[in-house]
Nanobody, 115 residues
């Protein structure tokens, strides 16, 4: 059974930082592509950052140079360090893991940035 569980969301002032964590179980973590998505009210879910099994990363233009995705091979976790947060970063953030051709999602964690 696959489990994807996010944590670390909350309320932060503009310009502040938050670090999201995601624990992944039930997929082959060593080869699974991992990613963070977000969805703001009234908007479609969008890719924020992704990281492959060899550590290659990609970012949405809107978060480049502010957000950093990383993965912890020992604890099967993926992180999203978010700096210089803006009000437009307010959204529910979802962790995604892919395995066996299937995409698995967490329940999401709310990030609210106050201006």
């Amino acid at each position: 059974q696959v489990h994807v569980v996010e944590s670390g969301g909350g309320l932060v002032q503009a310009g502040g930082s938050l670090k999201l964590s995601c624990a992944v179980a039930g997929v082959n973590f060593k080869i699974a592509p991992l990613a963070w998505y977000r969805q703001a009210p009234g908007n479609q879910r969008e890719l924020v950052a992704g990281i492959t099994s060899d550590g290659t990363t990609n970012y949405a233009d809107s978060v480049k140079d502010r957000f950093t995705i990383s993965r912890d091979w020992k604890w099967n976790k993926v992180y999203l360090q978010m700096n210089s947060l803006r009000s437009e970063d307010t959204a529910v953030y979802y962790c995604n893991a892919r395995g066996g051709g299937v995409s698995f999602w967490g329940q999401g964690t709310q990030v609210t940035v106050s201006s």
